[in-house]
């Protein structure tokens, strides 16, 4: 199923499960942030991580038209009861930020994968990380439901980060 909609500054957008042939497109968006990351786009664990997610109907896109991926997110579930969802990944394009794609990524996974009850959480910034103000992420899942909670290991590139947390029903 696709959604098309208009997100804030944009044309038509398209948020629809991603498929094979959009693993460039990953790669350039992973391109844009491995500044805070670390490593991926030449990472063979990054690329087999997307063509697991996009094989098991877990990844997602947001396209725009004639405008390529402008946004991906991988998803996942550990079989635990209540069931315990997690946001792997998700990046916006730098010129879409700010138009409510991250959002529309997130609410799509939400509505294609979970049912209450049930836990989503996503690991990203912790306090004292560069990226924490510039990329907005701690405001950005706290605006959609989620809390902090503990923190998690340090990232690839030696930051802090830290799991937030959204409980559904």
């Given at each position: 199923?696709t959604?098309?909609?208009?997100?804030?500054?944009?044309?038509?957008?398209?948020?629809?499960?991603?498929?094979?042939?959009?693993?460039?497109?990953?790669l350039?968006?992973?391109?844009?942030?491995?500044?805070w990351f670390?490593?991926?786009?030449?990472e063979?664990?990054?690329?087999?991580?997307?063509?697991k997610?996009?094989?098991?109907?877990l990844?997602?896109?947001?396209?725009?038209?004639?405008?390529?991926?402008?946004?991906?997110?991988l998803?996942?579930t550990?079989?635990t009861?209540?069931?315990?969802?997690?946001?792997?990944?998700l990046?916006?394009?730098d010129?879409?930020?700010?138009?409510?794609?991250?959002?529309?990524?997130?609410?799509?996974?939400?509505?294609?994968?979970?049912r209450?009850?049930?836990?989503?959480?996503?690991?990203?910034?912790g306090?004292?990380?560069?990226g924490?103000?510039?990329?907005?992420?701690r405001?950005?899942?706290?605006?959609?439901?989620?809390?902090?909670?503990?923190?998690?290991e340090?990232?690839?590139?030696?930051g802090?980060?830290?799991?937030?947390?959204?409980?559904?029903?």
């Amino acid at each position: 199923m696709t959604e098309r909609g208009r997100t804030a500054g944009r044309g038509p957008v398209a948020v629809r499960p991603a498929r094979p042939d959009d693993l460039p497109g990953f790669l350039a968006l992973a391109a844009e942030v491995e500044h805070w990351f670390g490593p991926m786009v030449a990472e063979p664990g990054f690329h087999r991580a997307v063509r697991k997610c996009i094989d098991r109907g877990l990844a997602t896109v947001a396209e725009g038209d004639g405008e390529g991926l402008l946004g991906g997110l991988l998803f996942g579930t550990d079989g635990t009861t209540p069931p315990r969802h997690h946001l792997h990944w998700l990046v916006v394009a730098d010129r879409a930020r700010g138009t409510g794609l991250g959002r529309a990524l997130v609410e799509d996974a939400l509505r294609r994968h979970v049912r209450a009850p049930a836990v989503v959480e996503v690991v990203t910034f912790g306090p004292g990380h560069p990226g924490e103000v510039t990329s907005g992420a701690r405001v950005f899942y706290e605006r959609l439901g989620f809390t902090p909670a503990e923190a998690a290991e340090p990232g690839p590139e030696g930051g802090t980060r830290q799991v937030y947390r959204r409980h559904l029903g």
